[in-house]
């Protein structure tokens, strides 16, 4: 067991690695420090001096500890934008993308959750049905357009929701959040929706499936003989059963919401990563980018990392036999 | 084929409405892609056949400069909206299918070798998945398009940036296609034919590719329909980011991304209509994908 | 307990401040590059700064130059090489310190240092010098009448303040460095900064000590100023009354805002010029047929009314109306003529045409890739096989800038209202420190000479004449398609009185509500 727990963290090691190395390649060669740091008018023997400085004449594995090195102490350099350090700029923007994830995040496996269930025990109902063939339109329109739709009817037409931006955000020194007012919350909406939408009707047919699949077992149906009413069976056998799949998709989807936001954060002005990352490409902003990507790297990797350890406890049949991939 | 018709599958298939209608409508809209410079009335490809001053005409109402009149209307550089949609349904197929095709023998393949092998190679194989897992189409895609800007030159960008989304697309929807064949591959491989077909002394090739590979095809068909629609979902979302094919040469999507800037302003048709169009196209596909699983996996039934 | 009491009182003050009537929110596309005033020559990165820092000079809204902090020039009577100016009194810093003759040397030396992007502009300058207090005088290697109109975005800064927080150079924003002025501000301007989180947020508030207190309105106690990037989302936002003011309203919402109860619309020509730059050395446009060809080739009225909603208007020249040099001769843009196009291709030996690249930026100028749209089908009449590369302005402008484009458009504002700083980037050839927005290959010695005879010629009407002329040799060579001067839309709430300023720079000073 502490083997195979081993093994993981070695295998989630190697893959940060590989991450770290794709983001050190494209900051190395796609941006060519040199050219962006002088200018044109700058002499050969000026860039010499630079290359040296920068230690682009050491041999690429050199190269390549010394980005990992400097990657730990979170010292990517100064945005070639902003003229900000990175790091502090990443800093400054995860708090709007992480509570915009995490918000999606919470609607999508609560919606999704729910909807899955009713789904499952009413079936062929005309809202089961409504509620089936809606999420479908759902994840057949590219999410800007949805996005850009949700602006047009509850912004402009209804004037009911902001279209744009986090709202009054509230400094607690360390964290700057939209949760604590209400122009805030209003502008987590539309945002929010946009971005959990595709999740949730993920979650909601996986809910559905293994409701359907655990409503036809036989303690369920021993449960019922014994005359248990419906609600019983359904929250108190049924509901446990189906949790450990739904959350661990849900949590492993945590991490590509992060990624997906990029679209939602372009559409709706919000301030967080995803937008940084965006125009750091419009920009050629090379130490942003491959910033952003080892931060993307690391946060699924941890993930995985979690989900795959937590299957481990929770599930003791698990332990006996290897890891389960098919998360 | 006289088999395929006294088939459980086609019986299901006749007594399944939305199978039915999703289906034709996929083929209808495949047909009219293929055969568009026979139906399209014009070729909003070839700009020396465009007028500038049909520009935002509305549907089916004469233009106030030229008094040409169009169907769908037209949008902000006077192409025949009907023509443009059909031209870039071929683009926003072939992108599609292509992604898919690469996804699926990537996938496939390395789904096999892992499920059968196993071992260090199992391993390798599913940490690379891990990592392509980390970066979902969208980092993919504007990953490779700049560096590929970067590498070629101008003239063969509307190739490249073909040939980017496939690829983009492709590589990122390899990882569930490889899961569920090696899963599949897990338990097919402890069965009694295989078994049975290494003692006669086949190769592993031979026992991979013609004995568990058709006996795991059909979940990866289900999840070829489905990343179909994925695919021409993400090219239009890649369209909107500007990683798209050029607007001189529009896609569903880079029609759909042209069309929102005209969204407040009424010109509602240019948005409209490619946007119907991609809805329609998912969600048959993806209501086919549906049924498809249905009818495959009996146990959900 | 304390925390949360903190908390709520922030909402308290946060609610009350939006509630209030003064506040203007204003969004535009993007976000100032840096605040230090000297180390960017960029439209929004400007517009920033002049709300919390001051110029010697700036200019009305017909372009007239008028006084800010200098309330007087003249170029000495006995030695027409140095300019003195006459500094306004009792003005202070926001942080409270006096603004002396002290503070001038400093700034201008600033604005000449290394990283600055301002030094082109100062290139005349030989010293400046504090004669007392408030009298500075500038002297320049030999005369330069127009140095004054290199001033409108020169600012000031505290020499003291800066040389405490050791900003006394600007950082080299190329460089990636940065240094306290890139976040924190000390001007004389009418706004001081309150908060600013890039690309996010900048709050500002009246200076309480403003100079122009009894001169301007200011009516203004607050800006916030939100970069909205999305143009559907930027015009949503005005649309719902979450912003007050946006500056680049898209043409084709214009219907939209102006027929709502709330919105109207400010609108003017604005001091900028598109235009496509051609490559005069190789390939088929090095052909002056060719060049010819495609200028007549070019729709540029279909433009103006399909493109651009007539929000456009079409010129002969690759230059705006405001500059000193323009006449309606030059601004009479050539008449369509598609016959006479196929015409001048089949005497340049191309009646089959050939293929091109042309280079667009797709997020700079008003409908910029449609425009680069429009002329791909227009080429394409005459037989030329387009290929259009539009993407990001930054990746764009190195592309024009660097030669490496056959084809490409570019917009061109002028800031000192002269032809000469068109000339000196656009039409000298290629060198050092002339030429660098000339990739075109165009190189002519008489027309150099006579761009730089410019800079110290003191007779005006002679230096007229030689405008005129290098004018003439820029239309026959046409290394440039001028296609039109943009207009500018700013929208905003109908109880909002602002008049459009042409660099589209709006000083909120001189706003008033109704």
Same mark, same amino acid.
């Given at each position: 067991?502490? =083997? ?13 690695? =590989? ?79 992480? $509570? ?6 919470? =609607? ?48 402009? $037409? ?51 499936? $293994?409701?359907? $699949? ?114 | ?135 979902? /189409? ?112 529009? /896609? ?12 407040? /302003? ?17 969600? /048959? ?17 | ?33 840096t605040m230090d005033p000297h180390a960017q020559n960029?439209?929004?990165t400007h517009?920033?700064s002049?709300?919390i820092y001051d110029t010697l000079l700036? +200019? ?8 800010s902090l200098a309330?007087?020039w003249?170029?000495l009577?006995?030695? #027409?090489n140095v300019w003195r100016f006459t500094l306004r009194?009792?003005v202070?810093f926001?942080?409270?310190s006096d603004f002396t003759s002290e503070d001038v040397v400093f700034s201008l030396n600033r604005a000449m240092a290394d990283g600055s992007e301002m030094k082109e502009l100062l290139s005349s300058v030989k010293e400046v010098r504090a004669v007392d207090s408030h009298i500075v005088d500038v002297e320049t290697n030999g005369?330069n009448?127009?140095l004054i109109n290199n001033l409108t975005n020169m600012f000031m800064m505290d020499k003291g303040w800066s040389e405490d927080n050791k900003v006394t150079t600007p950082h080299d924003v190329?460089k990636?460095e940065?240094n306290f002025a890139t976040?924190n501000t000390n001007g004389t301007g ?65 219907? +939209? ?14 001091? +900028? ?10 390939? #088929? ?34 230059? #705006? ?112 420190d ?58 905003? +709430? ?21």
């Amino acid at each position: 067991m502490t =083997f195979i727990i081993l093994n993981r963290l070695f295998q989630a090691v190697l893959v940060l690695l =590989f991450v770290a190395l794709i983001s050190f390649l494209i900051f190395r060669f796609v941006g060519n420090p040199v050219e962006n740091l002088m200018g044109q008018e700058a002499t050969l023997a000026q860039r010499a001096a630079l290359e040296e400085a920068l230690g682009l004449n050491d041999p690429i594995h050199i190269q390549y500890f010394d980005f990992l090195w400097k990657a730990v102490r979170f010292d990517f350099g100064n945005s070639y934008r902003g003229a900000l350090p990175v790091a502090e700029l990443i800093a400054s923007r995860l708090p709007a993308t992480l $509570e915009l994830a995490l918000t999606s995040a919470l =609607f999508a496996v609560i919606f999704g959750v729910f909807m899955g269930i009713y789904t499952a025990i009413n079936r062929g109902s005309v809202i089961t049905n409504f509620i089936l063939s809606s999420s479908l339109i759902g994840v057949s329109l590219p999410t800007f357009l949805i996005g850009i739709l949700l602006i047009w009817l509850f912004s402009v $037409e209804l004037n009911w929701l902001p279209s744009f931006g986090r709202g009054e955000v509230v400094d607690l020194g360390w964290w700057k959040t939209g949760f604590l007012s209400e122009s805030g919350l209003k502008s987590l909406v539309l945002p929010a929706i946009t971005l959990g939408l595709y999740q949730m009707t993920l979650i909601m047919r996986l809910t559905r499936s $293994e409701m359907l $699949e655990v409503l036809r077992q036989d303690y369920i149906r021993l449960a019922r003989a014994l005359g248990l009413t419906n609600k019983a069976v359904y929250f108190f056998h049924a509901l446990p059963n189906i949790l450990i799949p739904v959350i661990t998709i849900g949590g492993l989807q945590l991490g590509s919401v992060i990624a997906f936001a990029i679209i939602t954060e372009t559409v709706f002005q919000w301030p967080g990563v995803g937008l940084l990352f965006i125009n750091a490409v419009y920009f050629v902003d090379i130490p942003v980018m491959s910033a952003y990507l080892l931060l993307v790297g690391f946060a699924f990797v941890l993930i995985n990392l979690i989900v795959d350890l937590s299957y481990f406890f929770i599930d003791p049949r698990l332990r006996d036999s290897e890891l389960k991939d098919e998360a | 084929m006289e088999r395929f018709f006294r088939s459980d599958f086609f019986y299901h298939f006749r007594h399944a409405p939305v199978a039915i209608v999703s289906f034709v409508t996929i083929i209808l809209i495949i047909l009219a892609a293929i055969f568009a410079n026979f139906i399209a009335p014009t070729n909003p490809f070839d700009p020396a056949s465009l007028n500038l001053m049909n520009g935002f005409t509305p549907p089916l109402e004469a233009n106030e400069f030229t008094g040409e009149r169009f169907l769908l209307g037209t949008d902000d550089q006077g192409r025949d909206l009907f023509s443009t949609i059909l031209y870039g349904l071929r683009i926003s197929l072939f992108v599609g299918l292509m992604a898919v095709l690469l996804a699926m023998v990537m996938g496939v393949l390395l789904g096999l070798i892992a499920g059968f092998l196993g071992g260090w190679i199992d391993s390798v194989i599913m940490r690379f998945a891990d990592i392509q897992m980390t970066f979902p /189409s969208i980092l993919v895609a504007m990953l490779i398009y700049g560096v590929a800007r970067g590498i070629l030159p101008p003239e063969v960008r509307y190739e490249m940036s073909i040939v980017v989304l496939i690829i983009s697309i492709g590589l990122s929807e390899w990882v569930p296609f490889a899961r569920t064949v090696r899963g599949s591959t897990l338990v097919e491989k402890e069965k009694e034919y295989v078994t049975a077909a290494k003692m006669i002394g086949l190769t592993r090739q031979q026992i991979m590719l013609r004995h568990i590979l058709p006996n795991v095809l059909s979940p990866v068909l289900v999840i070829a329909t489905i990343t179909f629609a994925l695919a021409i979902i993400a090219e239009a979302t890649l369209s909107f980011l500007g990683v798209g094919v050029p607007s001189t040469k529009p /896609s569903l999507g880079t029609l759909i991304r042209i069309g929102q800037d005209f969204l407040f /302003s009424g010109e509602w048709w240019i948005l409209l209509f490619p946007a119907v169009t991609l809805l329609a196209l998912a969600l /048959s596909i993806n209501l086919f994908g549906d049924w498809l699983r249905d009818i495959l996996n009996p146990k959900l039934k | 307990m304390i925390k949360h009491l903190l908390i709520s009182a922030a909402i308290v003050t946060a609610s009350f401040a939006t509630a209030s009537a003064e506040t203007v929110r204003w969004a535009r596309a993007g976000d100032s590059i840096t605040m230090d005033p000297h180390a960017q020559n960029e439209g929004p990165t400007h517009t920033l700064s002049h709300q919390i820092y001051d110029t010697l000079l700036h +200019r009305d809204m017909a372009g007239a130059i008028i006084p800010s902090l200098a309330t007087e020039w003249a170029a000495l009577s006995d030695n #027409p090489n140095v300019w003195r100016f006459t500094l306004r009194k009792g003005v202070v810093f926001h942080d409270g310190s006096d603004f002396t003759s002290e503070d001038v040397v400093f700034s201008l030396n600033r604005a000449m240092a290394d990283g600055s992007e301002m030094k082109e502009l100062l290139s005349s300058v030989k010293e400046v010098r504090a004669v007392d207090s408030h009298i500075v005088d500038v002297e320049t290697n030999g005369a330069n009448p127009l140095l004054i109109n290199n001033l409108t975005n020169m600012f000031m800064m505290d020499k003291g303040w800066s040389e405490d927080n050791k900003v006394t150079t600007p950082h080299d924003v190329a460089k990636g460095e940065t240094n306290f002025a890139t976040m924190n501000t000390n001007g004389t301007g009418a706004f001081m900064l309150v908060s600013r989180a890039v690309d996010e947020k900048t709050i500002l508030k009246a200076n309480p000590n403003y100079w122009g207190k009894d001169i301007y309105p200011n009516q203004v106690t607050e800006i916030i100023y939100t970069p909205i990037q999305s143009s559907a989302t930027r015009v949503a936002a005005l649309l719902s009354g979450e912003v007050d003011i946006i500056q680049d309203v898209p043409v084709q919402d214009l219907g +939209r805002v102006s027929a709502s109860a709330d919105l109207q619309l400010a609108t003017a020509a604005q001091n +900028r010029v598109i235009f496509f730059g051609l490559d005069t050395v190789n390939g #088929p446009t090095a052909n002056l047929k060719v060049r010819q060809a495609m200028n007549i080739a070019i729709n540029r009225d279909s433009i103006k009314k399909i493109v651009m909603r007539g929000q456009s208007d079409p010129t002969g020249v690759i230059m #705006p109306p405001f500059v000193n040099g323009w006449t309606e001769a030059l601004n009479q843009h050539p008449q369509y003529d598609l016959n006479k196009a196929k015409a001048l291709m089949k005497d340049a030996g191309y009646s089959n045409g050939f293929d091109i690249v042309l280079n667009c930026p797709n997020d700079r100028y008003v409908n910029d890739e449609s425009i680069c749209q429009a002329a791909v089908g227009m080429m394409a009449k005459i037989g030329i096989t387009v290929t259009l590369d539009a993407k990001p302005k930054a990746q764009h402008f190195p592309i024009a800038k660097g030669g490496e484009a056959d084809f490409y458009m570019l917009g061109w504002g002028v800031p000192t209202f002269d032809s000469h700083y068109i000339f000196n980037y656009l039409v000298h050839s290629q060198t050092n420190d002339r030429g660098s927005w000339n990739p075109t290959g165009y190189s002519n010695a008489d027309v150099d000479a006579m761009i730089v005879s410019l800079e110290s010629e003191t007779d005006l009407t002679k230096r007229d004449d030689t405008i005129a002329k290098i004018w003439a040799a820029v239309q026959v060579a046409q290394m440039y398609l001028p296609i039109h001067n943009q207009v500018l839309n700013w929208g905003m +709430r109908k109880d909002i009185m602002f008049d459009v300023q042409p660099e589209d720079t709006p000083l909120f000073q001189f706003l008033t509500f109704k």
